[in-house]
């Protein structure tokens, strides 16, 4: 299949296999290179395996729109693959002082159409949930909990299923139009990027670069709740903090911090902490100490005892431009031929399939164009 292809895709990760079987449903034959000997090596085999509601992004954003569309899309594919999934829900408590962020994240899910529930008094919250302490709290009960890596190897059975021919160990380049994997000129009609961390060495424009974050995540010993239990978000911060996180094994987590963690393009990590001096002070406690991420979790569960030894960790490709400035929404690059994926971090492992789903339209209007 390699002479001759119509796409190839750069990335075995959830939003390239899922362009991949979009595109392979649609007549198209695809070839995905993944540069490591397996698929979802960053950060869809790293991440906090939660189903997102929607609810915390911006209305009319890609993230709201692909989070609502894809959650769905998702959970048919789980329920007809018969992978695990915990219907969980999850509580957004809210602090003193943190009145104002708390009413935007609330008109936010309305915005956006998602089913929540208002806890107004701390009352209402103790009786709907004794473990948490807060002055109000937001419920969004269709947050679910699954596994992305078992997710991720049933897509890759239905791409293959499908005729898609994934080639692991294929290191590529691009120079100029031309895409080469392991010194093989592959000649590909379109070429997308979907690498995560790769964007940088793989796309020439330098409007965006990655700047990788690696998250760790410990075990709370106890207590056990049975919902996702989140902070308020900051909306300066793509970010969403600490946060309480069963398992659909019954184990609970809490994580993840935010660190910087390679690819550390220096111009663009230099302006970033000049920006976010005081958040990034702020994470390196909670990632390098058991009991100051502790004392994190203790705010909106008072009880919350946490292992000292770190359990896992989130990687996250995050987008930054010259300015030094995040990205907040999903961003794709289009150029000749080409598409670059440049920023797909959280929802994106909520969101593949709607992201595919776009990518792969996008593709095909230009190629038949």
């Given amino acids: 299949m390699l002479e001759g292809m119509d796409v190839a895709v750069v990335g075995a990760g959830l939003v390239g296999i899922s362009t991949a079987f979009h595109l ?7 070839t995905v290179c993944e540069e490591a000997p397996s698929a979802g090596a960053g950060q869809s085999g790293h991440n906090s395996n939660v189903l997102h509601s929607g609810a915390f ?10 989070a609502i569309r894809g959650r769905k899309m998702l959970e048919d594919f789980i ?7 915990r219907r969980v829900g999850k509580l957004v408590v809210q602090q003193r002082g943190e009145g104002q962020r708390f009413d935007e994240l609330v008109g936010r899910a309305s915005a956006n159409g998602i089913e929540a529930t208002v806890l107004g008094t701390p009352g209402a919250l103790r009786e709907f949930e004794p473990l948490v302490s807060g002055d109000r709290a937001l419920w969004l009960p269709s947050v679910a909990v699954t596994d992305f890596s078992e997710v991720l190897a049933a897509l890759v059975d239905a791409a293959s299923l499908a005729g898609v021919q994934v080639d692991y ?14 010194g093989r000129d592959l000649k590909p009609r379109h070429i997308v990027v979907a690498a995560g961390v790769g964007f940088n060495r793989l796309c020439a424009d330098k409007a965006w670069r990655i700047v990788g974050f690696k998250g760790a995540y410990r075990s709370l010993s106890s207590p056990q709740p049975e919902r996702l239990i989140y902070a308020v978000p900051d909306p300066r911060y793509p970010f ?73 960790f989130g990687v996250r490709a995050q987008a930054v431009d010259r300015l030094g400035r995040y990205a907040d929404d999903f961003v794709i ?8 994926v440049a920023n797909a971090p959280s929802p994106a492992a909520t969101a593949c399939l709607a992201i595919g789903e776009h990518i792969a339209e996008g593709v095909l209007g230009r190629m038949a164009g």
């Fill in 240 to 312: 969403l903090g600490v946060h309480v996180t069963p398992a659909v094994d019954g184990s609970v987590t809490a994580g993840p911090t935010a660190t910087m963690h390679p690819p550390i393009p220096a111009g663009r990590a230099l302006l970033l902490a000049a920006r976010n001096v005081r958040r990034g002070l702020g994470e390196l406690p909670t990632r390098f100490s058991s009991k100051a991420m502790q004392s994190h979790v203790c705010r909106y569960l008072p009880a919350a005892e946490l292992g000292r030894d770190i359990v896992k």
């Fill in 169 to 182: 160990r294929s290191r590529c380049v691009i120079q100029g139009s031309r895409l080469l994997s392991n």
């Fill in 79 to 85: 329920h007809s693959s018969g992978l695990p999934y």
């Fill in 333 to 340: 690059v289009n150029r000749p031929g080409m598409t670059f």
């Fill in 57 to 66: 992004y911006e209305p009319g954003s890609l993230k709201a729109d692909f």
């Fill in 24 to 30: 392979a449903q649609r007549g198209v034959s695809v």
